[in-house]
């Protein structure tokens, strides 16, 4: 059942020529699977093959910008979830930890900045459960229901603002998020220098 569901899903990426993060997920979870049977379950090493077994398949998409931001979006939800017991309150958490720790990667490649994004944990929090409900408004016929709110909200913050994140930043929270790992100092030292930074350069 697992091969089925694997070779289905390779048959997507194929169709879909491939985008990165889907390429990273499809990496990842084909070694979870292995590793589960044959490997250690370490989440760090499950990484580490991950990136090895995609260099040898998939060369040119590992060194993409958006197959780095999904791996290491990846790194930090197992970064939160190694402190952190997985409970309801700490998924929510997760939301804004994740926008925390992502503003450094992320305002290095784009430097397009706008307000609203700082709604964006509580709309990931909410999308949760508007997709299911959504998807079962298509299947009954009601999936036009929100159209006008969706509307509202893609049109909200029209206006940008740059925001550029130097190299040198880039470089120690890098540093620094290995460390996390290792020392609980460093994942709280994340989370500060984060905030610190969007302090800073907003």
């Known amino acids: 059942m697992d091969i089925f569901i694997l070779t289905t899903e390779f ?6 020529n491939f985008p990165s993060s889907l390429v990273r997920a499809f990496v990842m979870e084909t070694v979870i699977f292995i590793s589960l049977i044959y490997l250690e379950k370490e989440p760090l090493s499950v990484l580490i093959w991950t990136f090895l077994i995609s260099v040898l398949i998939f060369f040119e998409k590992v060194f993409s910008i958006g197959y780095f931001l999904s791996f290491m979006g990846v790194y930090y939800i197992f970064l939160f979830f190694k402190y952190f017991k997985p409970t309801f309150v700490n998924s929510l958490i997760l939301s804004f930890y994740m ?44 999936g036009g229901l929100f159209d006008k709110v969706l509307q509202w909200y893609l049109n909200m913050g029209e206006k940008n603002y740059y925001v550029n994140v130097d190299f040198w930043i880039l470089l120690f929270f890098l540093s620094l998020s290995f460390f996390a790992y290792y020392r609980k100092w460093a994942f709280y030292g994340i989370n500060l220098f984060a905030l610190i930074v969007i302090l800073i350069k907003i």
């Open 11 to 16: 048959l997507y990426l194929y169709f879909t």
């Open 99 to 142: 926008y925390l720790v992502m503003f450094i990667l992320g305002h290095y490649f784009f430097y397009n900045f706008n307000f609203y994004s700082f709604f964006s944990p509580v709309v990931n929090i909410l999308f949760s459960v508007f997709y299911p409900v959504s998807i079962f408004l298509h299947l009954t016929g009601f």
